[in-house]
Nanobody, 117 residues
């Protein structure tokens, strides 16, 4: 069983920045061979991939966030992070982190990001 707890969400004005963090209950070095990622779900919309990273490969980003968001792993703190810059109102959503282990996907409960215009 893997537990994930997201933090760092909040209310920010357009153009501002937030840093999301996902605390993982087991060593992320165990998970790193599988995809680890951030997703978001806006009101009335389906959940969508924001950014993902696998092993030592290059991160993948949704086109809508390329150049503004950066996904990273902190091995010492055992967290998966998402730095979000130049935020736009359309980035408003609940953000979730997801990891996979032995064929099972684990999700956090999410953190709300609200970007005001």
């Amino acid at each position: 069983q893997v537990q994930l707890v997201e933090s760092g969400g909040g209310l920010v004005q357009a153009g501002g920045s937030l840093r999301l963090s996902c605390a993982v209950s087991i060593s992320i070095s165990i998970l790193s061979r599988n995809a680890m990622g951030w997703y978001r779900q806006a009101p009335g919309k389906q959940r969508e991939l924001v950014a993902a990273i696998i092993s030592s490969g290059s991160p993948n980003y949704a086109d809508s966030v390329k150049g503004r968001f950066t996904i990273s792993r902190d091995w010492a703190k055992n967290t998966l992070n998402l730095q979000m810059n130049s935020l736009k109102p359309e980035d408003t959503a609940v953000y979730y982190c997801k990891v996979g282990l032995y064929g099972t996907d684990y999700w956090g409960k999410g953190t709300l990001v609200t970007v005001s215009s």
